[in-house]
């Protein structure tokens, strides 16, 4: 019998390495990092830890640390390196002239996954300027690492066909980019305006990457969003209808997962879709309760919304995953306004979800009762429409209507 010929490509085998003065979390991190690597399409062959109270500056790592590293990469027969902090080109450059592989940093695989994942125009465009903002100031670094290898982390998207041109045309490219995700930021405000005056309760979905996002949004409102148990399963903001069980309706939009050290560079090409956050009427913070890892999580989160100066906003902390062995059930948030229990693969919880966001829009609306003409009768589509009918009489005088609304719309119907 003929033996069989493997003719498929190998995944890279990476050594993940990191330095710092906390163990614990070093390795919680590599953990983080190995996943991120896995999603990117690597295996994790090895990974070294250095204890120290500064970085190098030069290095990252120590000189012995360097030479540990090496012996690493030839004894697991490693293609590749992936440091867990983001490296100056300085530090990439010298790493790659001493190691002789690859060297990519926890940025470089997170831009490699978004690359992967984009999916509507203004996805790649986002991801494409991030990419390109990285990699201006490493071209040396990066053209050296890249031609070596010639595929794998980090030559997704434009990266390829970037490497050939210098740093001024890169430049004129990320102007390019900026102008064209300015056209679509005008799109978005757009959209954005008439939800406004449509005056229906908004919530951004925020949380930290995997948390069930995706998942919550397709079965509250059925929208068959992609959910895979991946980091970044899904990166284009999608809002979608949910009909509260009295009739009413809140507009949903999942946003882009949140991770530690989320890249500047990734924060700031996509800021205008995190920025869904900063115009919606309620943050539902959906919490994997089932990871160890959980307050930390909700930590990145807080901090990313700071980050992006999104405040002032009421807040219902969703404990998702209660399914799971080893959910945390006493698990609490003392940031937020609500808190509720849920499992979004189950559907357990959800009523008690919708309960609260009612009791938000009950809250958020204003009572009147109002005698409107018959020429006038179109105002109470409108109410029916944006808020809700408590009452409605046809009598002589006109219709006699007793309703709760938003205050845009009680603004518009008394003038």
Same mark, same amino acid.
């Given at each position: 019998?003929?033996?069989?010929?493997?003719?498929?490509?190998?995944?890279?085998?990476?050594?993940?390495?990191?330095?710092?003065?906390?163990?614990?979390?070093?390795?919680?991190?590599?953990?983080?990092?190995?996943?991120?690597?896995?999603?990117?399409? !690597?295996?994790? !062959?090895?990974?070294?830890?250095?204890?120290?109270?500064?970085?190098?500056?030069?290095?990252?790592?120590?000189?012995?640390?360097?030479?540990?590293?090496?012996?690493?990469?030839?004894?697991?027969?490693?293609?590749?390196?992936?440091?867990?902090?983001?490296?100056?080109?300085?530090?990439?450059?010298?790493?790659?002239?001493? $190691?002789?592989?690859?060297?990519?940093?926890?940025?470089?695989?997170?831009?490699?996954?978004?690359?992967?994942?984009? *999916?509507?125009?203004?996805?790649?465009?986002?991801?494409?300027?991030? +990419?390109?903002?990285?990699?201006?100031?490493?071209?040396?670094?990066?053209?050296?690492?890249?031609?070596?290898?010639? =595929?794998?982390?980090?030559?997704?998207?434009?990266?390829?066909?970037? $490497?050939? %041109? #210098?740093?001024?045309?890169?430049?004129?490219?990320?102007? +390019?980019?900026?102008?064209?995700?300015?056209?679509?930021?005008?799109?978005?405000?757009?959209?954005?305006?008439?939800?406004?005056?449509?005056?229906?309760?908004?919530?951004?979905?925020?949380?930290?990457?995997?948390? =069930?996002?995706?998942?919550?949004?397709?079965?509250?409102?059925?929208?068959?969003?992609?959910?895979? #148990?991946?980091?970044?399963?899904?990166?284009?903001?999608?809002?979608?209808?949910?009909?509260?069980?009295?009739?009413?309706?809140?507009?949903?939009? #999942?946003?882009?997962?949140? %991770?530690?050290?989320?890249?500047?560079?990734?924060?700031?090409?996509?800021?205008?879709?995190?920025?869904?956050?900063?115009?919606?009427?309620?943050?539902?913070?959906?919490? #994997?309760?089932?990871?160890?890892?959980?307050?930390?999580?909700?930590?990145?989160?807080?901090?990313?919304?700071?980050?992006?100066?999104?405040?002032?906003?009421?807040?219902?902390?969703?404990?998702?995953?209660?399914?799971?062995? =080893?959910?945390?059930?006493?698990?609490?948030?003392?940031?937020?306004?609500?808190?509720?229990?849920?499992?979004?693969?189950?559907?357990?919880?959800?009523?008690?979800?919708?309960?609260?966001?009612?009791?938000?829009?009950?809250?958020? *609306?204003?009572?009147?009762?109002?005698?409107?003409?018959?020429? +006038?009768?179109?105002?109470?589509?409108?109410?029916?429409?944006?808020?809700?009918?408590?009452?409605?009489?046809?009598?002589?005088?006109? %219709?006699?209507?007793?309703?709760?609304?938003?205050?845009?719309?009680?603004?518009?119907?008394?003038?």
């Amino acid at each position: 019998m003929a033996e069989l010929i493997e003719t498929g490509e190998r995944p890279e085998r990476v050594i993940l390495f990191a330095a710092g003065t906390e163990r614990g979390e070093l390795n919680d991190s590599l953990d983080e990092l190995e996943e991120l690597v896995a999603t990117a399409g !690597a295996l994790t !062959a090895g990974r070294l830890i250095q204890s120290r109270e500064s970085i190098h500056p030069a290095t990252y790592l120590g000189k012995g640390k360097i030479d540990e590293l090496k012996e690493l990469i030839w004894e697991l027969s490693a293609t590749g390196v992936v440091c867990d902090d983001e490296l100056s080109p300085t530090q990439l450059k010298n790493l790659e002239d001493v $190691l002789e592989t690859k060297v990519m940093d926890r940025t470089m695989v997170i831009l490699d996954i978004f690359a992967a994942r984009a *999916r509507t125009r203004e996805g790649k465009i986002q991801v494409e300027l991030a +990419q390109l903002r990285y990699r201006a100031v490493r071209l040396v670094g990066l053209r050296n690492s890249l031609s070596r290898l010639g =595929g794998g982390i980090g030559t997704r998207g434009p990266g390829e066909k970037k $490497l050939e %041109i #210098d740093r001024r045309l890169i430049h004129e490219r990320i102007g +390019q980019l900026k102008d064209e995700l300015e056209d679509v930021k005008r799109h978005r405000e757009v959209v954005r305006k008439k939800r406004e005056r449509g005056g229906a309760l908004t919530a951004a979905i925020v949380g930290y990457t995997n948390a =069930g996002k995706s998942t919550l949004l397709n079965r509250l409102t059925q929208a068959d969003i992609l959910a895979e #148990d991946k980091l970044f399963a899904t990166l284009d903001p999608t809002t979608r209808a949910f009909v509260l069980p009295g009739g009413e309706t809140v507009l949903l939009t #999942d946003t882009v997962g949140f %991770i530690r050290k989320l890249p500047h560079h990734l924060i700031e090409a996509f800021r205008s879709t995190l920025e869904e956050a900063k115009y919606c009427d309620v943050i539902l913070h959906v919490v #994997d309760c089932a990871n160890p890892r959980m307050d930390l999580q909700m930590h990145v989160v807080y901090e990313t919304l700071r980050s992006l100066d999104i405040k002032d906003k009421e807040i219902v902390t969703v404990f998702n995953k209660t399914d799971k062995e =080893g959910a945390d059930l006493a698990a609490r948030d003392m940031v937020s306004d609500y808190r509720v229990r849920i499992s979004a693969k189950t559907g357990e919880g959800l009523d008690e979800l919708a309960g609260i966001l009612e009791t938000i829009l009950r809250n958020r *609306r204003i009572y009147f009762e109002k005698v409107f003409p018959y020429p +006038q009768a179109g105002k109470i589509q409108r109410i029916r429409k944006s808020g809700r009918i408590l009452s409605e009489e046809y009598l002589e005088d006109g %219709i006699h209507v007793k309703a709760s609304v938003p205050a845009e719309l009680f603004e518009e119907l008394y003038r």
